[in-house]
């Protein structure tokens, strides 16, 4: 079992930063990938950016250039820090541990609300 507990969010204007975290506990050598997931009002939830194990990062167009995801190993935390937010980056974040054995992100963290005003 993988637990994610996640941190950061909250409210920032236009053109502000912020960061979120995840720390990871359990059985993470079953992991290969880490990733930030959100979800707007009504909209479906949608992958925002990845981190592998080996360190690889991908991003959504959406977010290039803004976001940066990184790890710190030693601490088993993934970040996600947010600049140049714009109000369309307003949803409630997830972080995601991809099981190596399936591919699939099926253990996933509270949610942390990120709201951009304008």
């Known amino acids: 079992q993988v637990q994610l507990v996640e941190s950061g969010g909250g409210l920032v204007q236009a053109g502000g930063s912020l960061r979120l975290s995840c720390a990871a506990s359990?059985?993470?050598?079953?992991?290969?990938?880490m990733g930030w997931h959100r979800q707007a009002p009504g909209k479906q939830r949608e992958l925002v950016a990845l981190?592998?194990?080996?360190?690889?990062?991908g991003y959504i167009d959406d977010v290039k250039g803004r976001f940066t995801i990184s790890r710190d190993n030693a601490k088993n935390t993934v970040y996600l820090q947010m600049n140049s937010l714009e109000p369309e980056d307003t949803a409630v974040y997830y972080c995601?541990?991809?099981?190596?054995?399936?591919?699939?992100?099926?253990?996933w963290g509270q949610g942390t609300q990120v709201t951009v005003s304008s």
């Open positions: 359990g059985s993470i050598f079953s992991i290969d990938a």
């Open positions: 981190i592998t194990s080996e360190g690889m990062a």
């Open positions: 995601a541990a991809r099981r190596s054995s399936s591919g699939r992100y099926d253990t």
